[in-house]
């Protein structure tokens, strides 16, 4: 998610003292998505199976450089695209995701010692963790998601994940937009959800 002016959103407890900084996604409450929580398999390698005879070879690098590495270039770019800038009054909050359609069987193998009972799934997620390139930010690794799906699993996907997704998203954050901005409150820090926040009084 991108286009809000600082990484973090500062919530504080109402009749308290306390306050901490969290993440807009955790302030949309995104996580509690099937999308995301618990979401495709996850995988934090994947690799391109290359016939050689009898057996197949595995390469990282081919699909790595072909597949992973230019959505996450497009993602920093639109990172950078969709930033706010300056002491903004209005806030648009910016959802991106980073999809691969793949006209090609995709292989589950859960560990090394089950590589003899392979799995075939229709959708994984690719995970990564790289340097942030933004210098404005706090953060100095930023975590990378890219969803590889077969082609004729890719219409299931957005229609009944992705679209309703992000057409929660856009609820929320129109609801929460002047807390993404300024911060807000909640009754209880220890234990709060997104439809708990609320704005802080002006002054």
């Known amino acids: 998610m991108s286009g809000l002016p600082r990484d973090r959103v500062s919530i504080s407890e109402q009749n308290g003292n306390r306050s ?9 409450g995104l996580s509690e998505f099937p999308l995301i929580e618990p979401g495709p398999p996850k ?3 994947f690799s391109k199976g290359i016939p050689s005879g009898k057996k197949v070879k595995l ?5 790595f450089n072909s597949l992973v ?5 497009a993602l920093d770019h639109s990172s950078q695209l969709y930033q706010a800038i300056g002491q903004s009054s209005r806030v648009f909050p910016t959802l991106t995701f980073c999809i691969s359609v793949l006209d ?3 292989i589950l193998v859960k560990s090394p010692e089950s590589a003899s ?3 075939l799934t229709p ?3 690719i995970t990564r963790l790289e340097a942030n390139p933004d210098p404005r930010s706090r953060l100095r690794y930023r975590f990378y998601a890219v969803d590889a799906v077969h082609i004729d699993h890719f219409n299931e996907v957005l229609h009944d994940h992705i679209l309703p997704f992000a057409a ?7 609801r929460l937009g002047n807390v993404l901005l300024n911060g807000g409150m909640v009754p209880d820090l220890s234990d709060w959800g997104w439809d708990q926040i609320h704005e802080k009084p002006t002054n």
């Open 20 to 28: 901490r900084d969290a993440f807009g996604e955790e302030v949309l």
């Open 43 to 45: 995988c934090a390698a």
């Open 59 to 63: 390469s990282g690098t081919d699909p």
């Open 69 to 73: 590495l230019p959505l996450v270039k």
């Open 104 to 106: 090609a069987p995709m």
């Open 117 to 119: 009972a392979p799995i």
């Open 123 to 125: 959708w994984t997620r």
């Open 168 to 174: 929660e998203f856009s609820k929320r954050a129109v």
